[in-house]
Nanobody
Framework: QVQLVESGGGLVQAGGSLRLSCAASGSILSINGMRWYRQAPGKQRGLVATITSGGNTNYADSVKGRFTIARDNAKNTVYLQMNSLKPEDTAVYYC??????????????WGQGTQVTVSS
């Protein structure tokens, strides 16, 4: 069984920065895509950023130039560096990962979410 645990959320003033982390643990052989999503109150969960196993990245237009996704394959961890935060970035942030277990089966799963609140 693979688990994803996020950390790093909190309360920050507009213009500030936060760094989120998401560590995958369990019987992992390899992890392919890793992603960050967010869900604000009353809104659907939306994709924020993606990173492939090779390090290729993609971002939602709303965060381009402000957020940076990165990963440490040795630690099975994905990060989201968030700079120049705005009140509209307030949401619960979730990580998602897809890969293969040591037993050769696919896995995909979500973290429990971490709250990011940006005050104006």
């Amino acid at each position: 069984q693979v688990q994803l645990v996020e950390s790093g959320g909190g309360l920050v003033q507009a213009g500030g920065s936060l760094r989120l982390s998401c560590a995958a643990s369990g019987s992992i052989l390899s992890i392919n895509g890793m992603r960050w999503y967010r869900q604000a109150p009353g809104k659907q969960r939306g994709l924020v950023a993606t990173i492939t196993s090779g390090g290729n990245t993609n971002y939602a237009d709303s965060v381009k130039g402000r957020f940076t996704i990165a990963r440490d394959n040795a630690k099975n961890t994905v990060y989201l560096q968030m700079n120049s935060l705005k009140p509209e970035d307030t949401a619960v942030y979730y990580c998602y990962a897809q890969g293969y277990t040591a037993w050769g089966s696919n896995f995909n799963g979500w973290g429990q979410g971490t709250q990011v609140t940006v005050s104006s």
